[in-house]
């Protein structure tokens, strides 16, 4: 059994001082907060694995699709909009998408290397495959490069192809609305630039799918699409077309 969840912070609450803290400015800083304030909702041992996907939607709006229903607390407005997720699904159904992805692929080690694969950002990943692109810096969406934005383009719906013919869809239409590179959230809160602060890639797309396999579909849309699933990627949402 799955839940869908639509929560909403409460600005309202005694908490309210906080909200600087639960919302801050800075894309790598709210990321990480916003993975420790879902947690609250799921109360678990330490062993326990993250079983739900999130994603925010501004303004302290939450989705979520989990494997347990969500126990509201004084940081969230209440009650909970939670619900089954149990879509019917049949072979040629379409439905329109919005997802939030870091999309990565396996690429052989170099020969000075262990051997076996590593993991790379399908965007970093071209631009560095690219001449004059290896040292691009990372800038706003409206000083973005452009050819940064094209590869982004190509290299997503590409990657969004290759998971639909493993899990029982196939793409339509493909549109990015964004990608930007996000430095990964600090343990030790410390402040600063980091030397060669290590980032990951994060794909905003939307548009439309057929259904193949319901039974494959659904199961990747409970696991969720790419990397980082912990900080709000991987969540697929879909409406019928």
């Known amino acids: 059994m799955l839940y869908f969840s639509r929560v909403k912070l409460d600005r309202d609450a005694p908490t309210r001082a906080l909200y600087a803290l639960l919302e801050p400015q800075d894309p790598s800083a709210r990321m990480d907060a916003h993975h420790r304030l879902i947690w609250t909702l799921f109360p678990s041992t330490h062993e ?3 079983d739900f996907l999130w994603r925010a939607d501004g303004a302290g709006r939450f989705f979520i699709l989990s494997a347990r229903p969500p126990e509201g607390n004084e940081l969230f407005r209440q009650p909970l ?15 329109a998408f919005t997802l939030r992805a870091n999309a990565t692929k396996d690429r052989p ?3 000075l290397d262990d051997g076996g694969n590593r993991r790379v950002d399908v965007v970093m990943h071209a631009l560095k495959s690219t001449p004059g692109q290896q040292d691009m810096p990372d800038t706003e969406q409206s000083r973005r490069p452009a050819l940064r934005f094209k590869l982004a383009d190509r290299e997503g719906r590409k990657w969004l192809d290759r998971q ?22 600090r343990r030790d809160n410390s402040r600063g630039r980091r030397e060669r602060e290590p980032k990951f890639g994060v794909l905003d797309m939307h548009g439309s799918l057929t259904v ?11 696991v969720g699409f790419g990397r980082a699933k912990g900080f709000g990627c991987g969540l697929m949402l879909i409406r019928r077309a």
């Open 212 to 222: 193949s396999d319901p039974d494959a579909f659904l199961t990747k849309l409970s």
């Open 48 to 50: 326990q694995k993250r």
């Open 164 to 185: 639909g013919a493993g899990c029982g869809f196939t793409i339509n239409g493909f549109v990015l609305d964004d990608y930007s590179t996000i430095p990964l959230p």
């Open 81 to 95: 909009e939670t619900k089954e997720f149990t879509p019917c699904i049949s072979p040629g159904d379409r439905f």
């Open 109 to 111: 080690r170099g020969k």
